[in-house]
């Protein structure tokens, strides 16, 4: 008997998922941006964090982390601290 993942079998059974999960996280990354109460902004947070996890669960981290990265981007060069 072939060892399944249970994100393999959801794959196989909803295809659409990938499409699906990715969206929506990226209209709450939308909203979270365009949000204007600090309130509305951490819920929105929370709700797209909920969504990356449930991204990595179905073996999406690069494209979840490219999302991200799209709208926060690092610096290039981060500035040392003097010591």
Excluded: K
């Amino acid at each position: 008997m072939s060892a399944l993942r249970l994100s393999d079998l959801a794959l196989q059974t909803a295809p659409g998922l990938p499409e699906f999960f990715l969206g929506r996280l990226a209209s709450l990354l939308a909203r979270q941006a365009a949000a204007a109460s600090p309130t509305e902004r951490t819920a929105l947070a929370w709700a797209a964090f909920s969504v990356y996890l449930d991204c990595l669960d179905l073996g999406l981290e690069r494209e979840a982390r490219q999302l991200i990265g799209q709208r926060h981007p690092r610096s290039a060069a981060p500035e040392r601290l003097a010591a």
